[in-house]
């Protein structure tokens, strides 16, 4: 099941990408105040968590409406803002907050994890976001792991290199779900040229300071439902600019989320049916 928590990770790297517009050419330095709003934020996102694992709300967000249900079983992905707009001000800082969520008919756990724990394929699934991967430790309930991902948006380049911790909570036996938080985020200035190096964390141009994420998973109604809850911290958007932008970046939010989705889903059904065809050259 560790495993599980490298799907949300690719979510989060594809999904997170898109605040890159958000940075001005000049960059910014993240700030002791922009931190201790994050922090804020994010100990309601836990509380949320708990209420979700303890059967005071429904465990899957798609649950709590039936729309969202049969919209799902229909094959469709979800993708809409937590917060109004997709984004909610703290000191000198923006927090981006979003979540989607896909139904794999056919698949189990162990088969969406066969495909997102093998980090060799990584830049074939989601390609062209991924650049590296490497797992730096791991234990039965925690992982620590880098990333290295690459995202182009009109005229910025975005080259991010990220280290992650995770932690697995096991629900029941088909139910679960993944936290996974940055420890630490450094751009890389100048990608591919000579000149080519990695700054110090929390300098450059802003493009993203922190990462959270919530990945949830059920097995039932013969497949596996998987959601995505991804929380990213940000400069924020000058004013002047910020009707302008805004748009910009929640488009690319729900359209940098939804084909992450949908490439897991094309793998897992690539692997499965793959398994298919073995087994009846085998009879």
């Known amino acids: 099941m560790r495993s599980l928590s490298r799907v949300k990770t690719l979510l989060i790297l594809n999904l997170c990408a898109i ?46 409406s039936s729309q969202r249900g049969k919209r799902i079983e229909r094959g469709e992905i979800l993708v809409a803002p937590v917060l109004p707009h997709g984004t909610q001000n703290v000191p000198n800082g923006l927090i981006h907050h979003w979540i989607g969520a896909v139904f794999m008919p056919g698949a189990t756990i162990g088969s969406l994890s066969a495909v997102v724990g093998d980090y060799s394929k990584y830049k074939d699934i989601y390609k062209p976001v991924v650049v590296d991967s490497k797992v730096l430790g791991c234990t039965d309930e925690n992982q620590r792991f880098s990333m290295l991902w690459l995202h182009k948006v009109m005229f910025i380049t975005a080259a991010i290199k ?69 929380i990213a911290l940000t400069r924020d958007i000058p004013a002047s600019v910020r009707w302008l932008i805004n748009p910009v970046v929640n488009r690319l939010s729900i359209n940098s989320l939804t084909t992450t989705l949908q490439q897991t889903r094309e793998a897992v059904n690539a692997m499965r049916d793959n398994s298919e065809r073995g087994a009846l050259c085998a009879n």
Do not use: C, M
Request: avoid cysteine.
């Open 19 to 64: 605040p890159i517009l958000a940075a001005a050419p000049n960059g910014n330095q993240l700030q002791p105040e922009t931190v201790k709003g994050w922090d804020e934020y994010l100990r309601n996102i836990d509380s949320r968590e708990h209420a979700r694992s303890d059967g005071a709300v429904p465990f899957l967000w798609i649950d709590e």
């Open 162 to 230: 990220t280290e992650y911790t995770t932690r697995h909570v096991r629900v029941d036996r088909r139910r679960g779900y993944n936290v996974s938080e940055t420890v630490q985020v450094q751009e890389i200035e100048h990608y591919g040229r000579p000149e080519e190096r990695l700054l110090p964390p929390g300098t450059g141009s802003g493009f993203i300071w922190r990462l959270h994420s919530v990945a949830r998973y059920e097995e039932r109604d013969g497949g596996v439902y998987l959601e995505l809850e991804v």
